[in-house]
């Protein structure tokens, strides 16, 4: 079967998989609708004067928590609300869908449906996203190998989905660690689709009562990524990330994250003058 896939695509204005790196960024999970709104927007122009074209994330809902004491987000209908309220300020966004069940209404706002890497392979989820006609935004499960996500890319365009996004997270690396293979960039890449590199969810210590993680490698990982030619950078951001509600320990402070996007504006511009030559 010839594929539907496409190399490159648009969200809503924000395209992906073109010359200029892509954004995906905000807070871990939804907080408030102030403090989305206010990410939203300061992102927002950061990525406009460095050419690159933004998307903005959040988790209405953390589906997947260690602990029955942490938080979880808003749900579903008040983060459904929030998020418009973000996409009225003119930027297209994207979440994680978790259940079969939220698909049709998170679809009515969302420019982008995110499968959670632990729902990867879950078959009736991932063709639900690609039946609505949205993107998606498929995370690398930290089990899976990056050549095989080429059998979920089978599945979302046998269901009709021709704009996906496949994103590498880290692999489990023994207990409470993850390791990137960056060559898994370029086996991804290999399947005709764009790729993200998450670089937040990469700095993750996984286990305890509740996952931690370090920020301090956040630019050694991602400028490998860069090199290695990913199309989008996926960064979790906050204003105060050590008072987060969720991945306090690997969210980058807002304060920082020009400059962090600067370094990784100048590494796109130099990989694409060596990958022409």
């Given at each position: 079967?010839?594929?539907?896939?496409?190399?490159?695509?648009?969200?809503?204005?924000?395209?992906v998989?073109?010359?200029?790196?892509?954004l995906?960024?905000?807070?871990?999970?939804?907080?408030s609708?102030?403090?989305?709104?206010?990410i939203a927007?300061?992102?927002?122009l950061?990525a406009?004067?460095?050419?690159?074209p933004?998307?903005?994330?959040?988790?209405?809902?953390?589906a997947?928590r260690?602990?029955a004491?942490s938080?979880?987000g808003?749900?579903?209908?008040?983060?459904?609300?929030i998020?418009?309220?973000v996409?009225?300020?003119?930027?297209?966004?994207?979440?994680?869908?978790?259940a079969?069940?939220?698909?049709?209404?998170?679809?009515?706002v969302?420019?982008?449906?995110q499968?959670?890497?632990?729902l990867?392979?879950?078959s009736e989820?991932?063709e639900?996203?690609?039946?609505?006609?949205?993107?998606?935004?498929?995370?690398?499960?930290?089990?899976?190998?990056?050549?095989?996500?080429?059998?979920?890319?089978d599945?979302?365009?046998?269901?009709?989905?021709?704009?996906?996004?496949?994103t590498e997270?880290?692999?489990?690396?023994?207990?409470?660690n993850?390791?990137?293979?960056?060559r898994?960039?370029?086996t991804m890449?290999?399947?005709?689709?764009?790729?993200?590199?998450?670089?937040?969810?990469?700095?993750?210590?996984?286990?305890g009562?509740?996952?931690g993680?370090?920020?301090?490698?956040?630019?050694t990982?991602?400028?490998a990524?860069?090199?290695?030619?990913?199309d989008a950078?996926?960064?979790?951001?906050?204003?105060?990330?050590?008072?987060?509600?969720?991945?306090?320990?690997?969210m980058l402070?807002?304060?920082?994250l020009?400059?962090?996007?600067?370094?990784?504006?100048?590494l796109?511009?130099?990989?694409?003058?060596?990958?022409?030559?």
């Amino acid at each position: 079967m010839e594929s539907t896939l496409e190399r490159k695509f648009s969200v809503a204005g924000a395209e992906v998989g073109g010359e200029s790196l892509a954004l995906i960024a905000g807070p871990c999970v939804i907080e408030s609708a102030e403090a989305c709104v206010r990410i939203a927007r300061e992102v927002k122009l950061m990525a406009a004067d460095l050419g690159m074209p933004f998307i903005f994330k959040t988790s209405y809902l953390k589906a997947n928590r260690t602990s029955a004491g942490s938080f979880r987000g808003p749900g579903l209908e008040e983060g459904l609300r929030i998020l418009a309220e973000v996409k009225a300020a003119g930027v297209p966004v994207l979440s994680d869908v978790h259940a079969v069940d939220e698909v049709e209404a998170a679809a009515r706002v969302l420019d982008v449906l995110q499968v959670p890497a632990f729902l990867c392979r879950q078959s009736e989820l991932v063709e639900a996203c690609a039946r609505t006609g949205k993107p998606v935004n498929v995370k690398k499960g930290q089990f899976l190998a990056p050549e095989d996500t080429r059998f979920i890319l089978d599945k979302l365009a046998l269901a009709g989905a021709s704009r996906v996004l496949l994103t590498e997270r880290g692999s489990c690396f023994g207990y409470h660690n993850l390791v990137v293979d960056m060559r898994g960039i370029t086996t991804m890449r290999g399947f005709g689709v764009p790729v993200a590199f998450d670089v937040t969810h990469s700095l993750q210590t996984p286990g305890g009562e509740r996952t931690g993680g370090d920020r301090r490698f956040a630019g050694t990982l991602a400028r490998a990524a860069v090199a290695a030619g990913c199309d989008a950078l996926f960064v979790e951001t906050h204003h105060e990330p050590q008072k987060a509600l969720s991945d306090a320990g690997t969210m980058l402070p807002l304060r920082e994250l020009k400059s962090f996007l600067e370094d990784m504006t100048r590494l796109r511009r130099a990989y694409l003058a060596c990958s022409t030559k």
